[in-house]
């Protein structure tokens, strides 16, 4: 006999009912229960191979680049040579040319407790031309080291382009397996967008700038080929009052160069850049950012020039997440949030991305601007006018996974996962770009969250709306 056709179907609804709540769908988002052994994130020992200086005694090592001015036609090189200043010049060229250019740069150095660094290079080159593929070669005679990079497309409202998204990166092991994997991704990420905490040398005694030096050993065989574009962390400060170093972020703006003249920043720690179809503002979020501050009053004129029929996808970079469900560090956001999220939904901000937090987590589009004292509007609410918020704090770090999360998941999260990994925004035209979060799955990377990003601007208000552009699922934002 067969089976009542409304019992199978009970049946099979009951069966996804209980799939779905395994997946922890019955509260807010998702909460991924993917587990891999976290093996304490220990730091690579010092004689690793990734941290083998260049042969040749004094050349150039610690190679990194990133744009030198606010469209892409610049790029500032730096390196280090440990002994002896060396050459302060580049010599560059576009592939099939046979014009050989050079630009002088300038060194700096600094102490740090017992610590002094070597001779940190800085060199701009500027008047590029797009999307080409340029050489350059540092040091000279046999201490010479070429490699290369190719400026991306003139900006415009359709540019494709693809980012990388990395944070917390650290020099474990895991780190190492998340810069592999970002290099091996298919995707093929053009620029790193880096949100924070880079090599984590405070976590050593006196804070050993050693591991500052053998982190940019470490990623040189990815920034010395494209840009990262830097964002400060808490591991940046460096303040250490005790041992006499007082002075915030010294090893940091030392070692790591922006273009924040170029958006008349005050600051090298808040900038912005265009960069093919998106405009990228990076935040700090330990300066001040209070109501007349330096960084509130610069954000408040940035984002009034932000122009959508140029460069249709706006991005902010910050450290520390405004929205997090984790219960580490558990809204130590919330001060900046206050003050600037009422801009990105104003603005209509169309990703911010976040570090801080080991692990991932990705909201849905939510604001919580209503509250106004008396009306007990303080939940955050769908709102189709807001950022979606990426917690990408997975890099590797040196402290391990944070995996406590507040439960029952909140509404606003949409999925969230304490793995390591990075992530790739894809941008396709001015109205739809492809974000994925690559997982570290043991040796591999497996693509484990995923979201369509619908241009708030150009989706929103100029082109005719459907039922899939505004509807707000964890497949569709
Ligand atoms: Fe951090």
């Keep these: 006999m067969g089976v009542p056709a409304f019992r199978l179907g009970f049946s099979v609804l009951l069966v996804f009912a209980f799939v779905l709540c395994d997946l922890g769908v019955c509260n807010g988002g998702i909460t991924s229960r993917f587990v891999r052994d976290d093996d304490a994130s220990s730091d690579m020992p010092l004689d690793s191979d990734v941290f083998r200086p260049p042969p040749g005694k004094n050349a150039p090592q610690q190679v990194h680049i990133t744009q030198g001015d606010s469209e892409g036609k610049s790029v500032i090189i730096s390196w280090v040579t440990p002994d002896k200043p060396g050459s302060n010049r580049v010599v560059y060229w576009a592939e099939n040319s046979d014009t050989r250019n050079h630009a002088e740069g300038y060194f700096v150095s600094y102490k740090y407790f017992n610590y002094t660094s070597g001779y940190i290079h800085h060199c701009t080159i500027n008047d590029l031309e797009y999307d080409t593929k340029y050489f350059y070669v540092i040091g000279f005679g046999s201490l010479s080291r070429r490699f290369w990079f190719t400026t991306p497309p003139k900006v415009g409202p359709d540019v494709p382009y693809t980012f990388g998204l990395i944070g917390d990166l650290g020099q474990t ?77 010294k090893p940091y703006l030392h070692r790591y160069r922006v273009p924040h003249n170029a958006s008349d920043g005050s600051s090298p720690l808040w900038y912005s850049i265009k960069r093919a179809s998106a405009y990228i503002i990076v935040l700090s979020s330990y300066s001040s950012f209070v109501k007349s501050s330096p960084q509130y009053k610069w954000l408040a004129n940035e984002l009034e020039k932000v122009n959508r029929d140029e460069t249709p996808w706006l991005i902010v970079l910050m450290h520390t997440p405004m929205y997090s469900s984790y ?151």
């Excluded at 900046?336 to 169309?350: Q, T």
């Excluded at 918020?389 to 507040?406: A, C, H, K, P, R």
């Design 173 to 249: 092991h895991h780190s190492n397996r998340t810069l592999t994997h970002y290099e091996l991704n298919p995707t093929k990420g053009q620029t790193v967008l880096f949100v924070g905490d880079l090599s984590y040398a405070d976590r050593y005694p006196f804070h050993d700038n050693t591991r500052w030096d053998s982190w940019g050993r470490f990623v040189e065989r990815s920034t010395a080929y494209q840009p990262w574009i830097w964002t400060a962390g808490n591991h940046e400060l460096d303040s250490a009052p005790e041992i006499g170093e007082s002075e915030p972020f």
């Design 327 to 477: 219960v580490h560090h558990y809204m130590e956001g919330e001060s900046m949030r206050v003050v600037f999220e009422p801009w990105f939904v104003k603005y209509k901000v169309d990703v911010v991305f976040a570090g801080h937090v080991h692990a991932y987590e990705r909201s849905e589009r939510i604001s919580n601007i209503e509250y106004n004292v008396v009306n007990g509007l303080c939940s955050p609410a769908y709102n189709i006018e807001a950022p979606v918020y990426i917690t990408i704090g997975d890099g590797g770090n040196s402290e391990g996974l944070v995996s406590e999360m507040t439960e029952p998941q909140p509404k606003y999260s949409a999925y969230r996962e304490a793995s390591y990994g990075h992530g790739t925004l894809d941008i396709k035209n001015r109205t739809h770009a492809y974000f994925a979060w690559h997982r570290n799955q043991d040796e591999y990377a497996v693509e484990a969250d995923s979201l369509w990003l619908h241009n708030r601007e150009w989706i929103s208000t100029k082109l005719p709306q459907s039922s899939e552009m505004t509807h707000l699922s964890s497949a569709a934002a």
